[in-house]
């Protein structure tokens, strides 16, 4: 999602907005006919090491999981580029910090919060998806958590055990985007007092 980001914030201006309508077009894609799609791309091929068919691996479905939640993904990231300071980065660079120094010491961590927010919404997606694990999942014991509630749920010995995992499912995601608020207000409040420090500002503007 960062890449894509950073490609189309830099492609010319009148393929900017073809490329997010394009990006955003894959909302409209059923997770069914994605998971057909790969199946028939990747029928026969085989990874070069293992000899192993790759429709026969877990590769597929984070790579099915990263396409659904793409479009959520580049819209945090294009936020978090947007409120990356450019004087932070020019007094890098004028210092003598080498592009990859740039990159792991300024940008990567002040963009954090936002490539957090672009995870936990892509692993929200990813949690509760079914079409997808249905069609691409190997086996059961690398399905997701949602495939494991749809298996228990249809037998009535095991919608004991379903209803439990989907529970579980719930408490994490919860617990996710709890993480998630409290960061943001841990930034914000940071943000807050830097301002205050350095410009004598009252926290609370």
Not at 135 to 150: C, F, G, K, N, R
Not at 189 to 204: G, Y
């Amino acid at each position: 999602g960062l890449a894509v980001a950073r490609a189309i914030e830099h492609a010319p201006q009148r393929w900017n907005r073809p490329l997010i309508w394009s990006v955003t077009a894959l909302l409209s894609v059923p997770g069914v006919a994605l998971a057909i799609a790969y199946l028939q791309f990747f029928q026969g091929m085989q990874l070069p090491l293992f000899g192993t068919p790759l429709d026969a691996t877990w590769f597929l479905l984070p790579m099915a999981f990263s396409v659904r939640g793409l479009p959520f993904a580049i819209r945090a990231c294009s936020f978090a580029r947007q409120n990356l300071p450019v004087s932070c980065v020019e007094a890098a660079r004028f210092s003598g910090a080498t592009r990859l120094a740039i990159t792991l010491r300024v940008v990567l961590p002040m963009m954090a919060f936002g490539l957090l927010v672009a995870f936990l919404i892509c692993f929200g997606i990813a949690a509760v998806d079914l079409s997808l694990a249905m069609l691409l999942v190997p086996s059961e014991t690398d399905a997701p958590v949602s495939y494991s509630i749809y298996l228990n749920m249809q037998t009535s010995t095991g919608r004991g055990t379903g209803s439990a995992l989907a529970v579980l499912a719930i408490a994490f995601v919860a617990a996710a985007m709890t993480l998630f608020v409290f960061l943001r207000h841990r930034n914000r409040n940071a943000v807050a007092s830097l301002r205050h420090t350095m410009f004598q500002e009252n926290p609370t503007q």
